[in-house]
């Protein structure tokens, strides 16, 4: 690399820090908005809560029905510190007595108290020990709290999820949601296990710690405490320079995280057009920025431990000077040095635990409020305490003023009216928006009318309970849905008491079994994750065999065809027309070449019928629907 570039990389890193900086400067103001980048499933990086103290209070209370284990863990933590920091202490006693009987020896007065030693090492030993053993139980109890709430978190979850109104799935991101369930979950447990016992050891110690240090000496106390501001300068100063390289890392790190996601995903398109060598100079340009943002905030976080070590050893000096003239003046004893020594040294791991549970608890409470704010979502009405029996039959179906809008403020029916006998197969066409769609996610439920009524043999379907309303509904949708599992599994998701046999003949029925028998494993091969081991069009024909096997009596096709060629189109429509018959068939088409047979053709156009009749009359009538038909010729 030229020094020209080497410069060129450093001038982007220092720029992308300096902006960074600016952006962090102008959040912490409340200038704007907190909306770093995100970071994986998610998640972003060194999120904060928007209401920390309101998240923190939720989880309490979730973990109210844990008080008492919680308490026993508080109670062992606190047990666990104390007895570990006595130790040091106790152990400046075996020094002590170790060197009063080198100088009984040397004076020849007496000897060494091995026996004493002995007792004083023992009872050490036995301090650390149950100071082990209680940190062990401790978390091996907390263990059992947090994985017991995690448990409990996402019943919640997978309850709250069902009992979600459609409208919540089309306005949030997939993995936003799957984030929520796993990784905030996983971290609201992690960092609440950390940070509850953490917080209690640290703060055991550092006033364990103090106390006992007063109790040996007021001064030497006083002295090993100015290491406490010395550091924190020490730390303030590093951050101030490394949090800007901090923020520019995560940016650049999005950015490259982003350009492979978006190369690799899209792999066939880049070399189609030829833009490997282009996509490759773009990442590599950002990855190297990203290397110059990235070891200089490493350098600098790397920097804190020697330069606090530094200062801790400086303290060590500083107490070992005032220790020794205060022991040749017979203020304490060598021991007691020792032991401030410890203390001193000790003093700094609890300081820098409370800074590391700071972040823990900004986290924990972020993840936390991803959680309660899912959990408190509206959901879906409940079904009418009096709902009626779903009949044996459908006999008719009536779209009775229908208006609807998924902003009230902006319908998208505005008046739809419309009267479907059973056995009946409907079209519903229009144009891109008209609200065909919309109409059969209300048949559905999947949304409730803003107005008017939807009613199946006389009776309102909120009537109903959308269990019963659904378990009478067969559908195809133009984006066909697989699972990872088999291609049986896949088709028997329609009835899934269906014997192999049902299976089989509800393939051959969708033209599917043809193709099937042709894979390696038959009807045995497992659908990948995304479904694209198979073509598109063969996923369709998969979803229109499971819609055979349910054998429902509504028969809802959203372009059920829109991915098959045009010969399997027409084997399929044979298919369907004899699926369809003495069922009430709802047909969505954007190729009026497929709906010709309809019982009735409804056209739509803004959220209105602006037409209806068989495809003979409304050809013969030259209006709205003669020109959508027409054209289609014409496009061709």
């Known amino acids: ?49 928007r209401d920390f103290k309101g998240s923190v209070i939720k989880l309490i209370s979730y973990l109210g029905k844990y008080k008492l284990p919680i308490v026993v863990v508080m109670i062992m933590a606190v047990g666990s510190t104390v007895f570990s920091v006595v130790g040091p202490k106790v152990l400046g006693e075996a020094t002590t007595t170790l060197a009063n009987g080198l100088a009984a020896k040397i004076a020849g007065t007496g000897g060494i108290d091995f026996a004493a030693i002995g007792t004083i090492l023992l009872i050490v030993l036995a301090l650390y020990l149950v100071s082990s053993f209680l940190a062990l139980a401790q978390g091996w109890i907390m263990a059992g709290v947090i994985q017991k709430l995690s448990h409990q978190l996402r019943c919640e979850i997978e309850h709250k999820i069902n009992r979600l109104p459609m409208g919540y799935f089309e ?138 070590n530094t200062v801790a050893n400086v303290g060590y000096v500083a107490v070992a000077i005032v220790g020794a003239a205060l022991a040749i003046q017979g203020a304490i004893t060598i021991g007691d040095i020792q032991a401030t020594i410890q203390y001193v040294k000790n003093l700094t791991q609890p300081m820098s635990q409370l800074s590391m549970v700071a972040n823990q608890l900004q986290s924990m409470a972020a993840a936390a409020e991803r959680v309660f704010e899912f959990l408190e979502e509206p959901e879906m009405e409940d079904d009418a305490p009096d709902a009626k029996p779903f009949p044996a039959r459908v006999q008719d179906i009536e779209f009775d003023h229908v208006r609807f809008g998924y902003d009230p403020e902006k319908p998208v029916i505005k008046d ?55 378990g009478s509904m067969s559908m195809v949708l133009q984006d066909a849905w697989l699972y990872s599992a088999s291609i049986r599994e896949n088709i028997r998701y329609g009835k899934m008491t269906a014997t192999d046999e049902q299976v089989v003949e509800a393939a051959k029925a969708a033209f599917a079994d043809q193709f099937i028998r042709t894979l390696p494993d038959g009807y045995d091969t497992r659908i990948n994750e995304d479904a694209t081991n198979i073509s598109q069009g063969q996923k369709q024909l998969l979803t229109i065999a499971r819609a055979v096997l349910a054998n429902h009596d509504i028969l809802i096709l959203d372009e059920a065809t829109s991915s098959v060629d045009t010969r399997t189109e027409a084997l399929i429509q044979q298919a369907m027309d004899e699926l369809m018959r003495d069922r009430t068939s709802f047909v969505i088409a954007h190729r009026l070449s497929t709906i010709r047979n309809a019982d009735l053709i409804l056209v739509m156009d803004e959220g209105d019928i602006v037409e209806q009749g068989t495809h003979d009359e409304l050809l013969a009538a030259g209006g709205f629907y003669a020109e959508l038909y027409n054209a289609q010729f014409e496009l061709a």
């Open 416 to 470: 739809f009216s419309a009267r479907i006998e059973a056995g009946h197969t409907v079209a519903l066409v229009g144009p891109t928006g008209a609200g065909k769609t919309t109409m059969v996610k209300l048949l559905e439920r999947f949304y409730d009318v803003d107005g008017g009524a939807i009613r199946i043999n006389g009776t309102d379907i909120r009537d109903y309970t959308r269990h019963d309303l659904r």
């Open 171 to 308: 306005s949030h991101a997939t993995g936003d949601v799957l984030s929520r369930i796993t990784n905030d979950v996983d971290t609201l447990g992690i960092s609440l296990s950390q940070s509850v016992t953490t917080l209690i050891t640290s703060v055991v110690s550092i006033v364990g710690i103090v106390a006992l240090m007063l109790t040996i000496s007021p001064i030497i106390t006083l002295v090993a405490l100015l290491v406490i501001p010395v550091s924190g300068a020490v730390i303030m100063l590093v951050v101030r320079h490394s949090q800007k390289y901090f923020f520019a890392q995560q940016e650049l790190l999005g950015r490259v995280n982003g350009q492979v996601e978006e190369v690799f995903s899209n792999q066939n398109i880049v070399k189609a057009f030829n833009r490997e060598d282009s996509a490759l100079n773009d990442f590599r340009r950002d990855n190297d920025t990203l290397y110059t943002a990235g070891w200089k905030s490493q350098f600098f976080s790397g920097l804190m431990m020697p330069l606090i």
């Open 1 to 49: 690399m030229s020094k020209f570039d080497e410069a060129t990389r450093k001038a982007q890193a220092e720029a992308i820090a300096e902006a960074a900086e600016k952006r962090r400067q102008k959040r912490e103001a409340g200038q704007i908005e907190n909306t770093p980048a995100r970071g994986p499933h998610g998640r972003m990086p060194g999120a904060k809560a």
